[in-house]
């Protein structure tokens, strides 16, 4: 089984590659991850709304794929037996999977029962916060199969910007390595940039690369409201705001400098942007920022142990 935190043999990776032209779907929640993920396969990887495979314990999110013309379920379960799907996204809160732990009495919240034995390949990709693969594959696959699922299984994290085909996804292995089907990094890439980073620093990566989102959305608008306050259009300002971030972000990426480096080479003494850099500092802004992720990963766990 691929994914760095795989030790205990619970199954065989995949032999044949996946066709991607005709693989089946499955997504296990119906929430914003999905939503993400769903829009960004149809309208940037050409996935056919009909591939696509939904469930969820209610249709109160659900319904909007149904009338996107996917297809939902109110069974975990149909996911991977009746629907039979090759690519499957597990975007549930992480309590269902510790609560299936807790309790392992079967019909489980996960999933009524262990998945079925299938010839065909699977392919697992987690999206849960705070949740090991280990105790996903605990939830998952029958011990008493123990090596004969044909499963490849990842943890990963991906961004919103992937439902416009702009996401950054940190994934447990070597993207560019066999640790990868050829056939998932094809359709990953599709809506976002990978980057491997251990299983171990998921969370932190989720913090950052998730809710900094928004945190991000946050700088842009306070930046646009700013110019607003120093006489600039709204629409400029919004614009300006945005393009000043994607230059930022572009020239650090590309150039590889340290951002205080590329601050420094903004700044001249005694100048407007050092002045305006002081006033951040003197309003803890850098702190607020460390604190802001920090809080975000705390929370994560918090929701862990919270019902959904
Ligand atoms: N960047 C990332 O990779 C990233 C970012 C944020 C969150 N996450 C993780 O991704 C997961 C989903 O996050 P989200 O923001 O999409 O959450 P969300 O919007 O709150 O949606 C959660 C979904 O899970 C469904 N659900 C609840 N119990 C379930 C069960 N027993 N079986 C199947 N589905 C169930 C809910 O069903 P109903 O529609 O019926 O309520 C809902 O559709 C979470 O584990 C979160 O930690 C990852």
């Known amino acids: 089984m691929s994914g760095s935190n795989s030790k205990r043999k619970r199954s065989k990776s995949p032999s044949k ?12 929640g119906s929430g914003k991850m999905t939503e993400s993920l769903v829009n960004g396969f149809i309208d940037y990887g050409k996935v056919d709304k009909k591939r696509i495979f939904i469930s969820a314990p ?9 009338e996107k013309g996917c297809n939902i379920t109110k069974r975990n379960y149909d996911i991977f037996g009746k629907f039979d799907c090759d690519v499957i996204f597990i975007c549930c809160p992480g309590s269902v999977v510790l609560d299936c732990l807790r309790d392992p009495k079967r019909p489980h919240p996960l999933c009524t029962n262990f998945i079925p034995l299938t010839s065909k390949d699977k392919y697992i990709f987690s999206l849960v916060s705070g949740v090991k693969l280990t105790q996903l594959q605990t939830v998952l696959l029958n011990p008493d199969h ?8 990842h943890r990963i994290v991906i961004n919103p910007a992937c439902a416009y085909g702009l996401g950054i996804c ?17 359709l990953l890439s599709t809506i976002s940039k990978l980057e491997h980073v251990p299983e171990e620093q998921m969370d932190a990566a989720c913090a950052i690369c998730g809710a900094g989102l928004a945190f991000v959305y946050c700088f842009i608008k ?3 409201d700013g110019a607003l306050k120093a006489g600039l259009d709204r629409s400029i300002a919004i614009k300006f705001a945005a393009k000043t971030l994607q230059c930022a972000a572009q020239s650090l990426l590309e150039t590889g400098k340290h951002p205080g480096e590329l601050r420094d080479h903004v700044c001249a003494p005694g100048g407007p942007a050092i002045e305006g850099i002081n006033k951040m500092n003197n309003l803890d802004l850098n702190g ?4 802001a992720v920090e809080k975000s990963k705390d929370f994560a766990f918090k929701l862990l142990t919270a019902k959904p």
């Open 17 to 28: 590659p996946l066709e991607l032209e005709t693989a089946k779907l499955g997504f296990i």
């Open 58 to 66: 209610t249709e109160k999110n659900s319904i909007r794929f149904k």
């Open 146 to 153: 123990k090596g004969k699922y044909i499963i490849e299984m």
């Open 170 to 186: 940190a994934i447990d292995v070597e993207p560019d390595s066999n640790k990868l089907s050829a056939s998932l990094r094809t």
């Open 288 to 291: 607020s920022i460390i604190s």
């Open 222 to 224: 306070a930046m646009a």
